[in-house]
């Protein structure tokens, strides 16, 4: 089962676990406590979906091309949705993690890293 693309690239190497994901949370734009202790929220137009995904160990060749699909600080990427067993497509911001060489030989290997995507449109 593919959980992540990107210009059909299928993402591979997701650590069991690592694929992290809240669909359609509403975006909250402001929140005022009132006299009688009740909250007011006012929520944006648009339900927002964020997916962190944890990637195992890569050799270079195999980080180069992964990163490669999140060089853009957004970027339309497809996901596989809990709620609708489908796969969906929607615009994301993306985070970018810190990365650590485990070792700088020839074939060098990278930690484990995540990438967060936020989304911040429709497609």
Same mark, same amino acid.
């Given at each position: &089962?593919? =959980? =992540? ?9 997701? =650590? ?15 929140? /005022?406590? &009132? ?10 137009? &648009? ?5 962190? /995904?944890? +990637? ?23 996901? +596989?949705? +809990?709620?609708?067993?489908? &796969? ?13 060489? =485990? ?18 449109? /429709?497609?």
């Amino acid at each position: &089962m593919t =959980l =992540l693309e990107h210009e059909g690239f299928k993402f591979k190497n997701i =650590l069991k676990g690592g694929y992290r994901i809240k669909e359609d949370e509403p975006e909250v734009l402001s929140e /005022v406590k &009132m006299s009688d202790r009740s909250i007011k929220r006012n929520y944006g137009d &648009m339900p927002k979906t964020s997916i962190k /995904v944890k +990637f195992g160990q890569l050799d270079k060749d195999t980080y180069k091309e992964y990163m490669s699909h999140f060089a853009k600080d957004e970027d339309i990427y497809s996901y +596989f949705s +809990f709620n609708s067993q489908t &796969m969906k497509t929607k615009k994301f911001f993306v985070t970018r993690p810190e990365v650590a060489a =485990l070792s700088i030989t020839d074939n060098h290997k990278y930690d484990e890293f995540e990438i967060e995507l936020n989304q911040c449109g /429709v497609v």
